[in-house]
């Protein structure tokens, strides 16, 4: 069990990417926290069957783009749980729109979850990360902070942040053996993506060399691989885990 009694906490956690890394981890040994926001009837049934998995598990309802309940949240866990080894911020939503449609709301709630989610859980954690000189923290990116994507200018530029944001706080924690890196999942098959409309979903699968999307599994495999041992020398990285998309 490579992760025994290593402690968890992933954003977003309840369905799709997060929920199969939540799996992952429990079923090596991790004690798992999961986050969500809403739809407690998903959360309720993800929790009860990581209950059968992990040795230790929480529930946690958090807007991560709020100070207040991201700080909540944290404090809760260190209280139960005197400490977390890895923090994955993989909470992130789109509102698709071309740039002339694209109202402030959806701008700044896409910024708001996806970027200052990341910032906001990550500097509630790091102080207790540096006391321990030890911590791994990994976010969430996408192809289009790379590429860019037509309506996703509000998710591309949240994304795009992830990385620099990813790359200068791997720099600040370096000296306290702390790793900051980020995984850049391609076209998962998750809630996120089944919205989209079938001519889009052929186009992208004709640009993936693989032939297929991904599945969760592929992302979990290596948020584990960025959170274990073996990675301990790479930090401020973006690991693309696209099927060859590019
Ligand atoms: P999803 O919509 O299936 O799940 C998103 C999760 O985030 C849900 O559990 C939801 O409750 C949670 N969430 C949303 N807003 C939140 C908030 N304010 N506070 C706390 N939690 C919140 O999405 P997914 O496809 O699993 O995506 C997970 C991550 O991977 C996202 O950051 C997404 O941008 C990224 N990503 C996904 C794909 C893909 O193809 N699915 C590709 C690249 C990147």
Not at 26 to 50: M, P, Q
Not at 124 to 153: D, E, F, V, Y
Not at 196 to 219: A, S, V
Request: aromatic share 6%; charged share 25%.
């Amino acid at each position: 069990m490579e992760f025994k009694d290593k402690r968890v906490i992933i954003t977003g956690a309840t369905k799709g990417l997060g929920k199969a890394m939540a799996f992952a981890f429990a079923r090596e040994g991790a004690w798992v926290a999961i986050n969500y926001s809403s739809d407690d009837k998903s959360a309720l049934e993800t929790e009860s069957e990581i209950k059968n998995i992990a040795p230790e598990s929480l529930l946690l309802k958090a807007d991560v783009s709020s100070r207040t309940d991201v700080e909540k949240m944290i404090s809760s866990v260190l209280e139960q749980w005197e400490y977390v080894d890895i923090l994955v911020n993989n909470a992130g939503i789109i509102r698709d729109k071309l740039l002339m449609f694209l109202n402030e709301e959806d701008w700044d709630r896409v910024i708001n979850v996806n970027l200052k989610g990341t910032y906001l859980c990550s500097r509630s954690i790091i102080k207790t990360m540096i006391g321990r000189k030890s911590g791994r923290i990994i976010n969430i990116t996408s192809p289009s902070a790379l590429t860019g994507r037509t309506c996703q200018t509000n998710y591309s530029a949240s994304k795009g942040g992830i990385i620099s944001f990813t790359k200068s706080l791997s720099r600040e924690m370096a000296r306290f053996g702390i790793t900051v890196n980020a995984v850049c999942p391609g076209i998962i098959s998750t809630p996120m993506t089944e919205d989209l409309d079938e001519k889009t979903k052929k186009e992208f699968l004709n640009m993936i060399p693989m032939g297929r999307f991904g599945d969760p599994e592929d992302i979990a495999g290596a948020v584990l691989f960025l959170a274990s041992e073996k990675s301990r020398y790479i930090t401020g990285h973006v690991l693309v885990v696209d099927g060859g998309l590019g």
